[in-house]
């Protein structure tokens, strides 16, 4: 709609009428909160990785360690000599293992999500949650596959690539991959079963079969992290095969093997991030859904789905502070060379770029809640709503500023002489920082499920149409621009 | 945070117990732009996934007998 007069602005654009809402505000926020994030990704890898020694490889930084090294086990054949070059297995097992674990995550957060669909069906017979149940169950009964079929494959890569590793592996955690492949079994025949007999059984076993689906992939989680996470705490000091068939040391060994020092950590860490990623991930699925549909009642739907969504990955979002602290005091206390790798060496940039991306995400949900409630937050007995919103926005954006600062420069290690310290990348700001994106996430899912009820966000889904101001009389009209 | 906890691992499959055989011949964690280009392809991979099958497997409210 044109301004008033037909003005133009500076940029050639048309203005406003007063009082008039400019979406064009939305897209500069999400433009805005997408360049801040391609220009740290450059000042990164351009700046802050080869002035923290980031590009220079573990092996060349331990060579001392690795010559001095009395291993008990390690690889005896030269089975890097497969043409695939100096780093071709590790390429391959990376391609593997990463399209598996985003796969995998499908079912160890979703199958939260999945069970939240079925109970709320029950209690409220809404049909919007069985129809986003069927949706996310037959979702994963398909892709449930390709899951597998990644794990299964990346096994053959580490049997076929790294066949000494391999068989070290299977010696020592013979009991927990064992237990883990049978799960694959349970959760084949809990989802399946859960997915064909939606609406033909009773609601009781339904849901039994919803919750052994979540409870089987967490124990399956739980088995493969007594690998994964003992990879880098294992628990033991050193170890030696005090007996032949499958469990080839004490009992006492393998405990501390299976359940080591950061087990539970790392494991309720994936947990967490595996619910945020399936929220955020429906998310997006449901805005695609969103604009592909035409019908009202489509849009409805599905514009419900991406709130639905955007509050897992939130209540996800908000565990990760707490629970990376819990992990990586374990990580200090049980491993402090690899503490000191990632918080105070040369991988600390995968811990900034990490944090970063988490900033990102709360920026993008702050301004998610003000722009897709603006409908509820511009009447006028939500202003002060509004304006609480607009604070945390602002909050969010200052943590954020905290969290992209390298903690140092110029040498590889923090505590190395001639490091430049920066005042503002410490970790005591920077965990001041996190829990106050944490503190403000779980307020705006609290203000957004309790102030702004479900009743009042009813008539709004669909209608992605801002708010209507009135703005106060004794107030000139303004261009309706907002934060 | 995969990428964080295996690249802080000093060069040892196991934490002082299994080195990585062939010394600096096969350096670790991977040099930046293979992981870079790793993440690209697995990400892109898995949109097109993802997207394809959440396609197939939507529950509109008007066609839900369709699926």
């Given amino acids: 709609m044109p301004g008033p007069g037909g ?5 050639g654009g048309t203005p406003p009428a007063p009082g008039e809402y400019d979406a064009r505000g939305d897209t500069r926020k999400v433009v805005g909160i997408l360049v801040a994030l391609a220009l740290f990704i450059i000042v990164l890898y351009g700046y802050i990785i ?3 020694g980031g590009l220079i490889s573990s092996t060349a930084i331990r060579a001392g360690d690795l010559t001095g090294a009395e291993p008990r086990f390690q ?4 089975i890097q000599e497969v043409d695939l070059g100096a780093s071709g297995r590790s390429i391959f097992i990376a391609f593997v293992m990463l399209t598996h674990i985003l796969f995998a995550n499908l079912h160890l957060g979703g199958a939260w999500v999945l069970l939240s669909l079925v109970i709320l069906y029950l209690l409220s017979r809404k049909e919007r949650y069985s129809r986003l149940g069927k949706s996310v169950a037959l979702f994963n009964v398909i892709l449930f596959s390709a899951g597998a079929t990644f794990a299964a494959g990346g096994m053959m890569a580490f049997i076929a690539l790294f066949p000494d590793l391999s068989m070290n592996v299977f010696h020592l955690y013979w009991w927990p991959l064992f237990a883990y492949f049978i ?3 349970v959760i084949i025949l809990l989802l399946f079963t859960f997915w064909f007999a939606w609406d033909r059984i009773r609601p009781g076993v339904h849901l039994a079969l919803g919750f052994g689906y979540a409870v089987s ?6 088995t493969i992290d007594t690998l994964a996470a003992g990879m880098l705490t294992p628990g033991v000091a050193s170890f030696s095969f005090t007996e032949s068939g499958l469990l080839p040391m004490t009992l006492d060994q393998a405990m501390a093997l299976w359940f080591n020092p950061t087990l539970w950590e790392l494991t309720f860490h994936q947990v967490a991030a595996a ?11 449901a805005t695609v859904h969103y604009i592909d549909q035409k019908e009202f009642a489509a849009k409805k739907q599905w514009d419900w789905v991406a709130a639905y969504g955007i509050a897992w990955g939130l209540a996800g979002l908000i565990m990760q502070p707490v629970l990376g602290q819990l992990y990586m005091t374990a990580i200090q206390k049980n491993a402090p060379s690899a503490f000191m790798m990632i918080m105070h060496g040369p991988r600390a940039w995968a811990m900034l770029m990490m944090v970063t991306l988490l900033a990102g995400l709360f920026l993008t949900i702050g301004t998610y809640f003000l722009t897709r409630r603006d409908q509820l937050l511009s009447r006028p007995e939500n202003r002060t709503i509004r304006t609480i919103f607009k604070g945390f926005l602002v909050l969010t954006a200052v943590a954020g500023f905290v969290l992209v600062q390298p903690a140092w420069l110029g040498t590889l290690f923090i505590d190395d002489p001639g490091a430049w310290i920066n005042p503002l990348g410490g970790m005591p700001l920077k965990y001041v920082a996190l829990f106050v994106m944490a503190a403000i996430g779980a307020a705006i899912i609290m203000l957004d499920a309790i102030v702004l009820t479900s009743e009042e966000k009813e008539g709004q889904w669909g209608d992605t149409s801002p708010g209507v101001r009135s703005l106060p009389p004794s107030r000139p009209a303004s261009s309706g621009r907002r934060l | 945070m995969g990428l964080v906890r295996e690249s802080a691992r000093a060069p040892w499959a196991f934490y002082q117990i299994i080195p990585v055989s062939g ?4 350096a670790t964690p991977l040099p930046l732009p293979a992981i870079a280009a790793v993440w690209a392809i697995v990400l892109a991979l898995s949109w097109v996934v993802f997207w ?5 497997t939507a529950y509109h409210p008007a066609d839900e007998d369709s699926v």
């Fill in chain 1, 7 to 11: 003005t133009r602005t500076q940029a």
């Fill in chain 1, 50 to 52: 080869p002035l923290q």
């Fill in chain 1, 75 to 78: 690889e005896q054949m030269p």
């Fill in chain 1, 183 to 185: 799960l694959y079994g």
């Fill in chain 1, 217 to 222: 992939v967490f124990v399956q989680t739980v």
């Fill in chain 1, 275 to 285: 619910i945020a990623f399936f929220g955020f991930l429906i998310t997006t699925l």
């Fill in chain 2, 23 to 26: 010394g600096q011949a096969y």
């Fill in chain 2, 52 to 56: 394809y099958v959440a396609k197939v």
